[in-house]
């Protein structure tokens, strides 16, 4: 167990400038072009609706599942008080759980601490796993971990370094797209019953100021990590 937490936490070399550039651009061709983004946006779904979970389990809620559906969306059941803090914050944590992860994967990067984050990445799918409830859902935790396990055990450091930074700018700007999606269909009126919609029920605050919210700390996550692993002396 020595021997593999020293693996685990050992640093690569810092990369090139280029990794870190190349891979942000291939993140970004991801997220704004339509049909990688519908294919790949399901990852998303899945720190968002990881995101409800974990703050569940912390707001002492009884986290009953969840459940990842084909065309992208996701629930996460939970039982307890239908108000108060707990409710406020497991709502809030959604659309904040995939920059923040982005921020927090790109201060493991920074570190060069790419092995733990790739391990880190693999745990959070098994524990998704253990809390998944329809089928589909399980297939695509299932496909995913063992993308994840593979890359771990057979790739080299090079490509390890190159799809974690990949995988560190796709959870940034991956966690942004989705926001203003979000208020284009709240405009439309076509999603009364999103986060902040229901957020806005529970508070006095209106949907419109959640949306904003979301944004900024999803802005401030993109800011935040680009200066982690700005590639520039």
Same mark, same amino acid.
């Given at each position: 167990?020595?021997?593999?937490?020293?693996?685990?936490?050992?640093?690569?070399?810092?990369?090139?400038?280029?990794?870190?550039?190349?891979?942000?651009?291939?993140?970004?061709?991801?997220?704004?072009?339509?049909?990688?983004?519908?294919?790949? +946006?399901?990852?998303?779904?899945?720190?968002?609706?990881?995101?409800?979970?974990?703050?569940?389990?912390?707001?002492?809620?009884?986290?009953?599942?969840?459940?990842?559906?084909?065309?992208?969306?996701?629930?996460?059941?939970?039982?307890?008080?239908?108000?108060?803090?707990?409710?406020?914050?497991?709502?809030?944590?959604?659309?904040?759980?995939?920059? #923040?992860?982005?921020?927090?994967?790109?201060?493991?990067?920074?570190?060069?601490?790419?092995?733990?984050?790739?391990?880190?990445? #693999?745990?959070?799918?098994?524990?998704? #796993?253990?809390?998944?409830?329809?089928?589909?859902?399980?297939?695509?935790?299932?496909?995913?971990?063992?993308?994840?396990?593979?890359?771990?055990?057979?790739?080299?450091?090079?490509?390890?370094?190159?799809?974690?930074?990949?995988?560190?700018?796709?959870?940034?700007?991956?966690?942004?797209?989705?926001?203003?999606?979000?208020?284009?269909? +709240?405009?439309?009126?076509?999603?009364?019953?999103?986060?902040?919609?229901?957020?806005?029920?529970?508070?006095?605050?209106?949907?419109?100021?959640?949306?904003?919210?979301?944004?900024?700390?999803?802005?401030?996550?993109?800011?935040?990590?680009?200066?982690?692993?700005?590639?520039?002396?």
């Amino acid at each position: 167990m020595d021997k593999l937490w020293a693996q685990l936490i050992a640093a690569q070399p810092d990369p090139d400038p280029w990794v870190v550039l190349v891979s942000a651009l291939a993140a970004l061709a991801v997220v704004t072009f339509t049909v990688p983004w519908q294919l790949s +946006r399901g990852l998303i779904t899945i720190a968002h609706e990881g995101g409800h979970a974990v703050m569940a389990l912390l707001t002492r809620r009884k986290l009953e599942g969840i459940r990842l559906h084909s065309d992208t969306s996701g629930v996460t059941l939970t039982r307890g008080r239908p108000n108060g803090p707990g409710m406020v914050l497991t709502a809030l944590a959604g659309y904040m759980a995939p920059p #923040l992860l982005g921020l927090g994967a790109a201060w493991l990067t920074d570190q060069g601490r790419i092995k733990l984050l790739i391990w880190g990445m #693999l745990l959070f799918l098994v524990c998704m #796993l253990l809390l998944i409830r329809n089928l589909y859902g399980a297939l695509i935790l299932l496909a995913s971990g063992g993308a994840v396990f593979a890359l771990s055990m057979y790739a080299p450091d090079e490509v390890q370094q190159v799809v974690a930074f990949v995988v560190v700018w796709f959870l940034l700007f991956g966690g942004v797209r989705p926001i203003l999606e979000l208020q284009r269909k +709240r405009r439309r009126r076509q999603a009364r019953d999103s986060d902040a919609d229901q957020l806005a029920r529970l508070t006095i605050l209106p949907g419109g100021f959640y949306v904003f919210f979301f944004l900024l700390v999803a802005g401030a996550s993109v800011v935040g990590a680009a200066y982690l692993m700005n590639p520039l002396p």
